[in-house]
């Protein structure tokens, strides 16, 4: 395999592996970091006996996932407030014409789910992801881990129960959701707080991750009426500096907002029933410099 070709091989399966290590990690630059180092070991690696490089290429990051993962736990028990994960773009395009695929890949990508996949291991996040995001075969990842199939099936099973118990079961219809965002920030906006109280469910729950370097909630928030004030006396002290953008991240809508052109926030909503369930705002500057280009 000439150089071109080695380049070649790694394009092409990109952006599985950008997927699979952001789904692991839950932040773009850690993913990014890891498909670097996943290049950095195919190009120097002896590839004689490597018949299937999609396979080989995604054993290599699920590893270096697996020790960053680990690395990062320690790291995260000392982040200040809520963690949510970086918020990542998900409009696939033509790029995955399969609705059904599509709703796969959204779905196991959710901040919902992202969240939930936080409080695995970091091997039972990694079949997890594999398994269930895409569809790798158990006889696979049980070569990928170093694991025997038994073995595999069990963290499968165990992942599998756990996220399913802990996942909220929320409507994904992209267009309802971009619907209720959109009448959720004109009544913010406009001020009306009758009109945004109506749009919450009475047990709505406001989660904010800034990291502790700009403002936001250091815990959750819970209530339509505590949840209601917040937002509503967030946007009254924005004023007209402030502009909003829709943008597709996570699987669903969601609402970027720009201050003097630069990223300031993102909301996200969960929706069920045609009332808000939960609202997501990440307003850690290092979580936002991805979408300065969007």
């Not at 020790?67 to 320690?74: H, I, S």
């Not at 009544?187 to 749009?199: K, M, V």
């Amino acid at each position: 395999m000439n150089a071109d070709a080695v380049t070649h091989a790694f394009e092409e399966h990109r952006s599985v592996l950008t997927g699979v290590a952001y789904r692991m990690l839950g932040r773009i630059a850690d993913a990014e970091d890891v498909v670097q180092e996943a290049w950095l070991r195919w190009s120097s690696a002896s590839r004689e006996d490597v018949r299937e490089p999609g396979a080989f290429l995604v054993r290599i990051t699920t590893r270096l996932a697996v020790d960053r993962l680990r690395q990062l736990r320690v790291r995260r028990e000392a982040y200040v407030g809520p963690w949510l994960p970086e918020p990542f773009v998900t409009d696939y395009g033509p790029a995955v014409p399969d609705t059904a695929e599509q709703a796969v890949l959204a779905d196991s990508v959710s901040v919902a789910v992202m969240v939930v996949l936080e409080s695995l291991s970091p091997l039972e996040r990694a079949v997890f992801v594999l398994r269930e995001a895409f569809g790798f075969p158990y006889e696979e990842i049980a070569a990928t881990l170093d694991r025997t199939e038994p073995a595999v099936r069990r963290l499968a099973g165990r992942a599998r129960r756990h996220v399913e118990e802990r996942k909220p079961r929320y409507d994904v219809d992209p267009a309802r959701r971009r619907d209720l965002t959109e009448r959720f920030l004109a009544a913010a906006a406009g001020g009306d707080i009758e009109a945004l109280l109506s749009l919450l469910a009475s047990d709505v729950r406001l989660v904010g991750d800034s990291g502790g370097k700009t403002k936001a909630p250091l815990r959750i928030i819970e209530s339509r009426d505590k949840v209601g004030r917040f937002l509503f006396a967030v946007a009254q002290g924005q004023g007209a500096k402030f502009e909003i953008r829709f943008v597709e991240v996570n699987g669903g809508p969601a609402a970027l907002v720009l201050s003097d052109g630069e990223p300031d926030s993102v909301f996200q909503l969960d929706v069920k029933d045609d009332a808000i369930q939960c609202v997501y705002i990440v307003r850690n500057p290092d979580k936002l410099s991805g979408l300065a280009v969007v």
